[in-house]
């Protein structure tokens, strides 16, 4: 499997401290609940949210990904739930997540559409949704993601994914990441916080 092979390595690949952005909107966050975190792989940014006294579910395709993400969470003192799942297919408990986070996923058309519908209904009302996708001026940069620009979009199709979310934050940034050997570099990056309607 591919991301197991990326994620074999002493080394955490993508840093262990979490994305600029999640950090950006930190004081949005709930300082309890529960908060589930997509496509975590190494796991810095399920830390991340763990730190800030949520309850997380770290969930992944790879097996050695998830095992970084214990080993970090455990140097870090705090405690993660892990899932080993394929995210493109996972149905998760509708309604039972005040945070999804979800942090260069990589993910073709066809799929976008499910996968978010299943990310937002996993959501309480109120609940907040905070994304971060590789733009498509991003594989002339060569400075990280993907090299199929079938799994790049644009600040609208990457906010098409959610259509029911009400948006307090969607930006497409150009801008140096410092994130670990595997994103380095000036990059082209869209990063998204909406809330999902209703009352908390």
């Known amino acids: 499997m ?16 979490a994305n600029i952005f999640l950090q950006e909107i930190a ?21 991340f949210l763990a730190e800030r006294g949520l309850s997380v579910t770290a969930a992944d395709a790879s097996s050695v990904g998830l095992a970084k993400a214990q080993r970090l969470a455990e140097s870090r003192g705090v405690r993660l739930e892990l899932v080993q799942a394929d995210l493109c297919s996972h149905d998760w408990q509708q309604g039972s997540y005040d945070v999804v986070s979800s942090v260069f996923f990589q993910l073709p058309p066809p799929l976008r559409l499910a996968v978010g519908r299943r990310a ?26 993907p090299s199929n620009p079938e799994f790049l979009g644009s600040l609208a199709d990457w906010q098409a994914m959610f259509p029911d979310l009400e948006w307090l934050h969607a930006e497409h940034r150009r801008h ?17 916080l909406g809330r999902k309607p209703g009352s908390k």
């Open 2 to 17: 591919f991301w197991d092979e990326r994620y074999d390595s002493e080394n955490y690949v993508y840093g262990t401290q």
């Open 27 to 47: 004081h949005h966050l709930p300082g309890s609940g529960r908060a589930l975190d997509l496509a975590a792989g190494e796991g810095r940014n399920a830390v």
């Open 120 to 145: 937002v209904n996993a959501l309480r009302e109120g609940g907040l949704l905070v994304a971060v996708f590789y733009h498509s001026e991003q594989l002339a940069l060569g400075t990280g993601g």
């Open 176 to 192: 140096v990441l410092n994130e670990g050997e595997l994103h380095q570099g000036e990059s082209s990056v869209v990063y998204l």
